[in-house]
């Protein structure tokens, strides 16, 4: 998806965690592995990658909600 930036953003579901969490990918210049609710809130940041897929300590972008809000919407 593109997100209002313009930036192009992948998503990737990886599996349930819960009965009402779901835990994805969320790829663009880098990974943000996250468990994110039914309600579009995000649970638990599980792990962070930079570009290259080195783990990083990486904030959320700035457009993570934007992206979380579409889980809100199944």
Do not use: C
Not at 22 to 34: C, F, K, Q
Not at 59 to 64: A, C, M, T, V
């Amino acid at each position: 998806m593109e997100v209002r930036s313009g930036e192009e953003v992948t998503i990737r579901p990886i599996k349930p965690v819960g009965e009402d969490v779901v835990r994805v990918d969320i790829e663009a210049d880098g990974v943000w592995r996250l468990d994110i609710t039914r309600e579009g809130e995000i649970a638990d940041v599980v792990t962070t990658r930079d570009a290259d897929g080195t783990l990083a300590d990486r904030d959320l972008p700035e457009w993570i909600d934007e992206v979380t809000a579409k889980f809100a919407q199944f």
